[in-house]
């Protein structure tokens, strides 16, 4: 069985500032990783995934994740915080990619103050 | 393109009644998945449909919850009776057959069961 923890429930940040939203997984097999983001009245949308080719995985919108097997993490950065990145975010673990379930954190509100 | 379509986009029904939930997938996409959120909770696997078979309906919660995808195209998700605890955010997502492909996410159906 695999699970997702992504620890606290909202972070704030500056607009300009660094974003670390954290991800750590557990999972039996080698592992598929995602992250989503849900903005205000919009789906789910795929920000970058992991399927282990490179372990520095890069996304839209200037997001990265890097995959740290010893860790057991799949933290999500992006160097400078927009107004626009204002949202929830959730990462999610399967096993066998995105054609079987996905196993969802609880999910991280991101704030971003001017 | 279309994206995946569901609707309602919100339900509120009392508790015993009946409640029938709808998603079409991206044109093409032999892949369905139906996923819940309860508030404040993970969201939560509830099955997958390759076109008009079960693949995996291991995260129904129970026999009051029926799903359908005849002709392998639109699905429902029928709930009957409902109940205060079926309340959360409803998702639907689709994907095409093959390894590591993206599932894209409705918008979801909000259902409040009082």
């Known amino acids: 069985a695999q699970s997702v923890t992504q620890l606290g429930s909202h972070v704030s940040v500056s607009e300009g500032a660094l974003v670390l939203l954290r991800c750590n997984y557990s999972?039996?097999?080698?592992?598929?990783l995602f992250w989503y983001v849900q903005y205000p009245n919009q789906g789910l949308q795929l920000l970058l995934k992991?399927?282990?080719?490179?372990?520095l995985v890069k996304g839209i919108n200037g997001f990265e994740a890097e995959f740290k097997k010893s860790e057991t993490s799949f933290h999500l950065t992006k160097p400078s915080a927009h107004m626009s990145d204002a949202a929830e975010y959730f990462c999610?673990?399967?096993?066998?990619?995105?054609?079987?379930?996905?196993?969802f954190g609880k999910g991280i509100t991101l704030s971003v103050r001017p | 393109e279309a994206g995946v379509t569901q609707f309602p986009s919100h339900s509120v029904i009392e508790k015993g009644q009946t409640v029938t939930l709808r998603c079409d997938p991206i044109s093409g996409h032999d892949n369905l998945y139906w996923y819940r959120r309860v508030m404040g909770k993970e969201i939560k696997f509830l099955l997958h449909f390759v076109k008009e078979s079960k693949q995996d309906e291991s995260g129904m919660p129970n026999n009051r919850f029926l799903a359908e995808r005849t002709g392998g195209t639109y699905s429902t998700l029928k709930v009957q009776p409902a109940e205060l605890e079926d309340s959360g955010v409803y998702f639907c997502a689709s994907s095409l057959g093959t390894l590591n492909t993206e599932a894209f996410f409705g918008q979801g159906t909000r259902l409040t069961v009082v």
């Open positions: 992991y399927t282990s080719a490179a372990t």
């Open positions: 999972s039996s097999v080698p592992p598929y």
């Open positions: 999610a673990v399967s096993l066998t990619g995105a054609n079987s379930k996905l196993t």
